[in-house]
């Protein structure tokens, strides 16, 4: 799923890497958490697609934690999306599919979750046609 999404062997893309992977974790827990049922399932989600961005099974936990207190700390998702609206609209849409599945987790979306990612849309540079297709395709996926 995100092949194009590993480690290099410099030290500045390894650096770029994880503050990439940091803030888009980080984005993941704020939209699991902001219907207040930040939940097991959602939990889940975000730790296999950490391992679908190449994460080592062992460090997931680790990861999640310290983007759970960054989450925390921050008071604008622009502290997330900064790094992640520089990235490949293939990145992009690919997290824009992860937090659609977060929030479909439970099987629908509230106000605060769907007005969340009308922002995101347009804080990632990503056009309305195209956050709707992946809307679409995340809920005829799960009515499955």
Same mark, same amino acid.
């Given at each position: $799923?995100? @092949?194009?999404?590993k480690?290099?062997? !410099?030290?500045? *893309?390894?650096?770029?890497?994880?503050?990439?992977l !940091?803030?888009?974790? !980080?984005?993941?827990?704020?939209?699991?958490?902001?219907?207040?049922?930040?939940t097991?399932?959602?939990? &889940?989600?975000?730790?296999?697609?950490? %391992?679908?961005? +190449?994460?080592?099974? =062992?460090?997931?936990?680790?990861i $999640?934690?310290?983007?759970?207190?960054n989450? &925390?700390? =921050?008071?604008?998702?622009?502290?997330?999306?900064?790094e992640?609206? @520089?990235? *490949?609209?293939?990145?992009?849409?690919?997290?824009?599919?992860?937090?659609w599945?977060?929030?479909?987790?439970?099987?629908? =979306? *509230?106000?605060?979750?769907?007005n969340?990612?009308?922002?995101? +849309? +347009?804080?990632?540079?990503?056009?309305?046609k195209? $956050? +709707?297709? %992946?809307?679409?395709?995340?809920?005829?996926?799960?009515?499955k």
């Amino acid at each position: $799923m995100f @092949n194009f999404f590993k480690k290099n062997e !410099s030290k500045d *893309d390894i650096k770029n890497y994880d503050k990439l992977l !940091s803030k888009t974790v !980080s984005l993941f827990i704020h939209a699991a958490k902001i219907d207040e049922n930040y939940t097991s399932k959602e939990k &889940e989600i975000i730790k296999k697609t950490l %391992i679908q961005l +190449g994460v080592d099974e =062992s460090k997931t936990d680790k990861i $999640m934690s310290t983007a759970e207190i960054n989450e &925390e700390k =921050s008071n604008q998702i622009l502290d997330f999306t900064k790094e992640i609206k @520089n990235a *490949d609209n293939e990145f992009k849409t690919k997290i824009i599919e992860v937090l659609w599945n977060i929030i479909y987790s439970n099987k629908e =979306s *509230d106000m605060y979750e769907t007005n969340l990612m009308r922002r995101l +849309g +347009g804080l990632l540079y990503l056009d309305d046609k195209i $956050m +709707g297709e %992946i809307k679409e395709k995340v809920k005829k996926k799960l009515t499955k």
